[in-house]
């Protein structure tokens, strides 16, 4: 069956670099793209962009240009997203999700991962 | 961005209910509309996409439908699992946008 295992939570201060992995099992990994969605505590759901799995190209939404990044390891059939010079606003879980096959919705997600930052 | 309205915040029912959740766009999106549910441990799951396309695995007591800006979400026979918060999400343009969630209370 399909799983995105992400990594576990995250306290990290504000200037910090933060790395979490999302690892992909039960399809082929660069057969569709990955998305990574914020979740701010006690808020909605927000797209940050996405990466094409079989080339490595990522896609940023205006808000998440600058200090995201999103990485594969296509061997390891894993994703990562990296933010560098945290900021209290950071404090968010993150998602990963996976593209569905036809039009654009996210048919598996990652379970979370929680990033506190705080000093 | 194209706005996605949910007006209901909350949503209080009972068990054996019937319920429906209502999501608007602030443009056409041609019915790339999708349904999430987040449960409240925080997982997500899809159960609808393409306004009416129940995701495999979903009860058959789900189902949807809509055009145009205007998109709507039905629970029926309601159950004990289903307290969660329920998300749409446009995906007929650049950036994805969701809703801010109607949470079902039991």
């Known amino acids: 069956q399909i799983q995105l295992v992400q990594s576990g939570p995250e306290l990290k201060k504000p200037g910090e670099t933060v790395k979490i992995s999302c690892k992909a099992s039960?399809?082929?990994?660069?057969?569709?793209?990955m998305h990574w969605v914020k979740q701010a505590p006690g808020k909605g759901l927000k797209w940050m962009g996405w990466?094409?799995?079989?080339?490595?190209?990522?896609t940023y939404a205006e808000d998440f240009k600058g200090r995201f990044a999103f990485s594969v390891v296509t061997s390891a059939s894993t994703a990562y997203l990296q933010i560098i010079n945290l900021k209290n606003e950071d404090t968010a879980t993150y998602f990963c999700?996976?593209?569905?096959?036809?039009?654009?919705?996210?048919?598996?997600w990652g379970q979370g991962t929680t990033l506190t930052v705080s000093s | 961005d194209v706005q996605m309205t949910q007006t209901t915040s909350s949503l209080s029912a009972s068990l054996g209910d019937r319920v429906t959740i209502s999501c608007r766009a602030g443009?056409?999106?041609?019915?790339?509309l999708n349904w999430y549910q987040q449960k409240p441990d925080g997982t997500v799951q899809l159960l609808i996409y393409?306004?009416?396309r129940l995701h495999s695995g979903v009860p058959s007591r789900f189902s949807a439908s809509g055009s145009g800006p205007d998109y709507s979400l039905t629970i029926s026979n309601l159950e004990q699992e289903d307290l969660a918060t329920y998300f749409c999400?446009?995906?007929?343009?650049?950036?994805?946008?969701f809703g801010s969630g109607t949470k079902l209370e039991i």
């Open positions: 999400q446009q995906g007929n343009t650049l950036p994805f946008t």
């Open positions: 393409y306004t009416s």
């Open positions: 443009q056409d999106i041609s019915n790339y």
């Open positions: 039960g399809y082929t990994f660069t057969d569709y793209s």
């Open positions: 990466i094409n799995t079989e080339t490595g190209e990522p």
């Open positions: 999700a996976k593209r569905g096959l036809t039009t654009a919705h996210f048919d598996y």
